[in-house]
């Protein structure tokens, strides 16, 4: 089992900046990619952005590449996303994932066995 706890999370005028971490614990959570997904009212969850288990390679969707930059510590077992340039549309719930990192489908969030409970990010426009 892995645990994830996401936080971070408030409200920004359009244009600013938040910083989501995702804390681990639990298994060995350097084995495992990480995956952070969005969902808005009335939208299905979207991918946002995926790490693989070493760090080295990142995946963006493209809503959010040139603005979001996820990042991880597998010492520190935390995953960060940073967020900049934020744009009303932005507004969700964001939730970190945790897979073990097979090496593909990483925006797919079916490849996600562990969910955090989420953390709320609204841009003001």
């Known amino acids: 089992q892995v645990q994830l706890v996401e936080s971070g999370g408030g409200l920004v005028q359009a244009g600013g900046s938040l910083r989501l971490s995702c804390a681990a614990s639990?298994?060995?959570?350097?084995?495992?990619?990480v995956g952070w997904f969005r969902q808005a009212p009335g939208k299905e969850r979207e991918f946002v952005a995926a790490i693989n288990w070493l760090g080295l390679s990142t995946y963006y969707s493209d809503s959010v590449r040139g603005r979001f930059t996820i990042s991880r510590d597998n010492a520190k077992n935390t995953v960060w996303l940073q967020m900049n340039s934020l744009k009303p549309e932005d507004t969700a719930v964001y939730y970190c994932?945790?897979?073990?990192?097979?090496?593909?489908?990483?925006?797919?969030?079916?490849?996600?066995?562990?969910w955090g409970q989420g953390t709320q990010v609204t841009a003001s426009s």
């Open positions: 639990g298994r060995t959570f350097s084995n495992y990619a």
């Open positions: 994932a945790a897979g073990y990192d097979r090496g593909r489908e990483y925006r797919d969030p079916r490849a996600y066995a562990y």
